[in-house]
C-alpha cells in the first residue's frame, strides 16, 4: 500500500468534515420533513387541499425516511474563476451526489443533485472542452461501508488543461499521469469494474458522456437505445426515468411512470437503482402482470403460440368484435311517454350506428354514443310536440326498455372473455374474422381442441392473455402512463407492443434491447417495426455499442455469433483489457463444472452457472453434493447461482461458467441467440465447459484441450 501524499491526507480530511455536516443537514432535512407532517395534519383546509398537501408531506417524510445508507456525494466541480468560461458559476465549487441536500430550503445547497443542470458538466466536460470547469474530482468510497465519513478512502482531481490526475487513495494509491480523459482515473475504473454481487447498483457516479446525453433526453421524445452487452442501456433507462422524475415531476406524475421487465428475476435485480437515486414512487412490473386479467391455466402449443403473437390477430379480433354490430332486420323504435308515443324510424337508426362505426371510437363508448343520439332524436321530437325536457327526462328515456333492448340488438355490449371463447371455439365465427388474413392451418392452430362450457370457465394461455387486453383496448381504452421504459424490448411481439402502445398513447417511451439478444420466436428483427407496433414510429433510436463491464475478451467471443443471428447490429466494443476465457472439453461436464465454480471461489465476485434448461437442476445438485450451495436466478445477492439459460437475461456475474453451448443452441429457435446471451453475461471471466462440440460460430478453440484467452 503507498503512503499517501500530505496534500491528499488534507484534502480527504477537510472532505470527511465536510460530509459530516451534509450529513448533519440531512438528518436535519428528515426531522423537518417529519415535523411538517403533523403541522400540515393540523392546518386548516378544505377536504380536497388538506387531503392532497397531506399526500404530499407524507410521501416525502416517507421517501427520505427510506433513503437507503449510501455516501451523500461521489463528484465535485471547482469552476474557473473566469466569467467568460464559467458563466454565473465561475468561482464556485459544487458537490455532486444523488440528491439535493441543503440546511433550510432557502439556503445554497450543500449538495446538488446529479440531475440538476450544473450537474450535468460533470459528466460532459473534457479537455477539449472544459465547460468551465477547472477541476474535476471524484470521491472513492470503501465499497462495503455505508456512506460514514471514515468510508471515504481516497479522492481524485482532473486538472482540465494540466493534462493530468492528481490524487490517490488508501486503497489504491496513487495516480499516475493521464491523457485527461476521466474513463482513465483509478476511482472511476474501480466503481466501473467493481465486482457484482446483490442487486444492480446505480451508475450516477461513473456515467459515460454519450450515456447522459440518452438520460437528459427532452420528455416527449420517445427513445430507443439499441444496447451491446456491457453498455449500460438497464442503467440508462433507468437513470432516465429518474431525471424525468426530476425535471418534470408534475407532468410525469399525474400518468405516473412505469418500468417494465422481462420476468420478476430481472426486476428484483434491478429494484435498489430508483430507490437509491431518491425515487420510490414507480411502479416496476411485467408485462404479463400488467396485462393478467386472469391468472395462467393453459399453456398453447408453439403454433397456436406464434399466431397468437402475430400483428394480423389484431384485424381478427376487431372483425370478431364488431361483427356484433349490426343493424340488419332492426325495426323502428316505438316509446310510450304518458300520451305520447315517439318513434324513430329505422333508417334513421341505421345512420346513427353507421355514423358511430366511422367515428371509431372504443367499443363501450360507441355503444353510448349510439344510446345519446337515440335519446337526442326522441328529445326532438318530444321538445317540438311538448316543450323543454328536464333532465331527469332524459335519464329516464336514456334507461327505458324499448331504448336498451334496441341497443342491445344493434351495438351490444360485450366482455373480451366472450368474445375470445366464442372466436377460439367456434370454426364458423373464426372463419368469418379471418377471412383473407389467416390461411386454414393458422386458424386450426388456433381453435382449442377441448372448448369449456362457457367463457366463464375457461383456462387461459400467455398468448391468450395478450388477446384478452386488446379486446378490452378495444372496448375500452385504458389509463394510460405518463412515462414507460421498457427492458428488453426485443422479445415483444407484435401483440404485446400494441399492449404497451395502449399504456403510453399520450405518454413517451423508453425502449430498451439488443436486437442480438432477441429469443422469442416473435422477436424483433429490426427497431423500424417495432417501434411502429409501440405506437412511436418516430423514436430516436441511439446505439450504445461501448462496452464498460463486458472485457474484450468475452466481447470478442461473443461478436463471432452476430453473423449468425440474421440482424443487423454492430459488434461490441469493450474499454476493458481485463478478463479472460476459458474453454475445456471434457467427458464429465458435472466435475468440470463443480472445479470451475471452486477456482471461481477463490476471487472476489459473484458466480453465475448457465446451462440448458433442462440440464439447470443436474448441475445444481451436482454442487450441493460438492458441499456448495447455488441458489436460483430469483435470489438477489446469491455468491453462487445456477441459471436456465432461459432465465439469464439482464443479468450478470463476475465469473460466469457457461455449460455445453451447443445443447444450448439446439435446444429452441433463437438458440444462438440465446448463446449470445449467456456468454455475455460474465464482467470478469469466462468458463466454457462441453463434451459435445462447440457450435462452430466460436471459432477454431480445438477439441479437448482449455485454451485461455487474455
Known amino acids: 500500500m503507498q503512503r499517501s501524499e500530505p496534500l491528499l491526507q488534507d484534502a480527504l480530511v477537510r472532505e470527511r468534515a465536510y460530509h459530516d455536516e451534509c450529513r448533519a443537514a440531512l438528518d436535519a432535512m428528515i426531522e423537518g420533513a417529519q415535523e411538517q ?17 397531506g399526500h404530499q408531506l407524507r410521501s416525502q417524510a416517507r421517501e427520505l425516511r427510506e433513503l437507503p445508507d449510501g455516501p451523500l456525494f461521489f463528484g465535485r466541480l471547482d469552476f474557473t474563476r473566469d466569467p467568460r468560461t464559467a458563466g454565473g458559476h465561475a468561482g464556485q465549487e459544487y458537490h455532486i451526489g444523488r440528491m439535493r441536500i441543503a440546511r433550510d430550503p432557502s439556503a445554497p445547497p450543500l449538495v446538488i443533485d446529479w440531475r440538476a443542470p450544473v450537474a450535468r458538466a460533470f459528466y460532459q466536460a473534457s479537455p477539449r472542452d472544459p465547460q468551465g470547469v477547472a477541476v474535476r474530482r471524484r ?17 481524485e482531481d482532473e486538472h482540465f488543461g494540466s493534462g493530468a490526475h492528481r490524487g490517490g487513495s488508501g486503497h489504491l494509491g496513487s495516480v499516475p499521469p493521464g491523457s485527461g480523459e476521466a474513463r482513465d ?62 425535471t418534470w415531476p408534475q407532468r410525469v406524475q399525474r400518468g405516473g411512470m412505469l418500468v417494465l421487465g422481462p420476468n420478476r428475476a430481472f426486476l428484483s435485480y434491478i429494484s435498489a437503482v430508483l430507490p437509491a437515486l431518491g425515487e420510490t414512487g414507480v411502479r416496476q412490473s411485467t408485462l404479463d402482470e400488467e396485462i393478467a386479467r386472469h391468472p395462467v391455466g393453459a399453456q398453447d402449443g408453439d403454433a397456436a403460440a406464434i399466431v397468437k403473437h402475430d400483428i394480423r390477430m389484431a384485424q381478427v379480433l376487431r372483425r370478431a368484435l364488431y361483427a356484433r354490430v349490426r343493424t340488419d332486420g332492426v325495426q323502428p323504435l316505438v316509446l310510450p311517454d304518458g300520451s305520447y308515443r315517439w318513434r324513430v324510424p329505422a333508417d ?47 335519464r329516464k328515456v336514456s334507461r327505458a326498455r324499448p331504448v336498451t333492448t334496441l341497443l342491445d340488438a344493434v351495438w351490444p355490449g360485450v366482455r373480451p372473455e366472450q368474445v375470445l371463447a366464442d372466436l377460439l371455439t367456434d370454426a364458423d365465427t373464426l372463419a368469418a374474422a379471418a377471412e383473407g388474413v389467416l390461411d386454414a392451418w393458422e386458424q386450426k392452430a388456433l381453435l382449442w381442441p377441448e372448448p369449456p362450457r362457457s367463457f366463464r370457465s375457461a383456462r387461459w394461455s400467455p398468448a391468450d392473455l395478450v388477446l384478452l ?19 428488453e424490448a426485443q422479445d415483444l411481439s407484435a401483440m404485446q407492443c400494441r399492449a404497451v402502445a395502449r399504456r403510453s398513447l399520450f ?68 474499454l476493458r483489457r481485463d478478463g479472460e476465457v476459458v474453454v475445456e472439453a471434457t467427458q464429465d461436464t458435472a466435475a468440470a463444472t463443480v472445479a470451475a465454480v471452486n477456482t471461481a471461489l477463490e476471487q472476489a465476485g459473484s458466480i453465475g452457472v448457465i446451462a440448458a434448461d433442462t440440464g439447470a437442476d443436474r448441475l445444481r445438485d451436482a454442487l450441493r453434493v460438492a458441499g456448495i450451495h447455488a441458489a436460483g436466478p430469483d435470489t438477489p445477492g446469491a455468491r453462487v447461482a445456477v441459471i436456465p439459460a432461459s432465465a439469464a437475461k439482464g443479468l450478470e456475474y463476475d465469473h460466469v461458467v457457461v455449460v455445453e453451448p451447443s445443447v444450448i443452441v439446439q435446444a429452441e429457435p433463437r438458440g444462438m441467440s440465446r448463446l449470445y446471451v449467456a456468454l455475455t453475461r460474465a464482467v470478469s471471466r469466462l468458463h466454457i465447459v462441453h463434451s459435445e462440440p462447440l457450435p462452430p460460430a466460436l471459432g477454431p478453440r480445438g477439441e479437448g484441450v482449455g485454451r485461455r484467452v487474455d
Open 139 to 155: 470521491f472513492g468510497w470503501s465499497p462495503a461501508g455505508r456512506g460514514d465519513s471514515a468510508d471515504l478512502t481516497g479522492l
Open 185 to 246: 482515473g483509478a476511482i472511476l475504473t474501480g466503481e466501473i469494474e467493481r465486482p457484482r454481487i446483490g442487486p444492480m447498483r446505480d451508475i450516477a457516479a461513473t456515467i459515460q458522456p454519450e450515456q447522459d446525453d440518452l438520460v437528459r433526453a427532452d420528455l416527449m421524445t420517445s427513445l430507443c437505445v439499441q444496447g451491446a452487452p456491457g453498455t449500460g442501456k438497464t442503467a440508462v433507462g433507468l437513470h432516465r426515468a429518474a431525471y424525468l422524475l426530476y
Open 348 to 394: 334513421e337508426l341505421e345512420r346513427i350506428v353507421r355514423e358511430v362505426r366511422t367515428e371509431e371510437p372504443a367499443h363501450a363508448v360507441g355503444r353510448e354514443r349510439v344510446r345519446t343520439r337515440i335519446v337526442q332524436a326522441i328529445q326532438r321530437q318530444a321538445e317540438r310536440r311538448a316543450g323543454p325536457r328536464t333532465n331527469a327526462w332524459t
Open 37 to 53: 407532517v403533523v403541522v400540515g395534519e393540523n392546518a386548516s383546509a378544505s377536504g380536497a387541499d388538506a387531503e392532497v398537501l
Open 469 to 487: 387486453d386488446e379486446l378490452a383496448g378495444l372496448i375500452e381504452h385504458p389509463a394510460g402512463y405518463g412515462h414507460v421504459v421498457i427492458d
Open 507 to 574: 405518454g413517451s417511451l423508453t425502449v430498451l434491447g439488443d436486437l442480438a439478444q432477441g429469443t422469442t420466436p416473435w422477436a424483433a428483427r429490426d427497431w423500424p417495426s417495432c417501434l411502429a407496433h409501440l405506437g412511436k414510429p418516430d423514436a430516436v433510436v441511439a446505439p450504445l455499442t461501448t462496452g464498460f463491464r463486458v472485457p474484450r475478451a468475452v466481447a470478442e467471443l461473443a461478436n463471432g455469433l452476430l453473423e449468425h443471428l440474421d440482424v443487423e447490429v454492430p459488434p461490441a466494443r469493450s
